[in-house]
């Protein structure tokens, strides 16, 4: 899935980060479900770098996919540090 870039809006304002796209779909989701999110000031959360695959914010070393934002994941969420990990292989057992 390609998206121009040029064809999307993200900012923050009022707790949430704000994402509108070209032919009217938007997505908001406060920042306080992504633990690297919620403790960035007004001015780091606005510092959104937009490219083709997600959203990317420099200052606090945060990216989040399209894709996994249309499936509603936010990233590191508060309280869930082992969400969606699968069981590793252990050699030998």
């Given amino acids: 899935m390609s998206i121009s870039?040029?064809?999307?809006?993200?900012?923050?304002?009022d707790g949430f980060i704000m994402i509108e796209m070209n032919k009217g779909v938007e997505i908001r989701?406060?920042?306080?479900?992504?633990r690297r999110l919620a403790v960035g000031t007004p001015e780091q959360l606005n510092n959104i770098e937009i490219s083709p695959f997600g959203l990317h914010w420099p200052?606090?070393?945060?990216?989040?996919?399209?894709?996994?934002?249309?499936?509603?994941?936010?990233?590191?969420?508060?309280?869930?540090?082992?969400?969606?990990?699968?069981?590793?292989?252990?050699?030998?057992?």
């Avoid at 989701?29 to 992504?34: C, G, H, L, M």
């Avoid at 936010?74 to 590793?88: A, E, I, L, M, V």
């Fill in 5 to 13: 870039a040029d064809s999307i809006k993200a900012f923050y304002k």
């Fill in 29 to 34: 989701f406060p920042v306080s479900q992504n």
């Fill in 59 to 93: 200052e606090l070393d945060e990216d989040l996919s399209f894709k996994g934002l249309a499936a509603g994941d936010f990233g590191q969420h508060s309280g869930c540090p082992t969400r969606n990990r699968r069981p590793r292989a252990v050699a030998g057992r």
